[in-house]
């Protein structure tokens, strides 16, 4: 048996997850009280933060929230529509995607994923995308 230092419940080891951090190596919450808890930070952290956290791996020294404001940045020079084609949504995510050079890591603007996905197809090779340039234009 062991007691829940946040309800103050005596309950079974089997309701305790496991901790390197504790003498017992269990937390001193238990599942219950941990389990809403977390689901109340969830519910309290904003949207920004929650999106932030996949834009970090293209700002990695910024916190998370910092790094959905350097999107919305960029996302606002570009007048909020994608850098190539002009669409102001996804067809896929519906919200536009960062585009980086994978050489780099280099942020480049933000794209549709239809232009992105095409830059991703040419491997980024601009003689390729010369090459389909013409051909489009009937010249091979």
Known sequence: MKTCTKCKISKSIDNFTKSSNSKDKLRSWCKKCFADYDKNRRQQLSPNYKRGRTLVRY?????????????????????????????????????????????????????????????????????????AIKYIKGEL
């Open 59 to 131: 700002w990695p020294n910024l916190s998370p929230i910092e790094a959905f404001l350097e999107y919305e940045k960029l996302l606002k020079t570009q007048n909020n529509a994608c850098i190539i084609c002009g669409n102001t949504k996804s067809i896929k995510t519906k919200s536009l995607v960062v585009d980086h050079c994978h050489n780099t890591g280099k942020v480049r603007g933000i794209l549709c994923d239809v232009c992105n996905l095409g830059l991703g197809y040419f491997k980024d090779d601009v003689e390729l995308m010369k090459r």
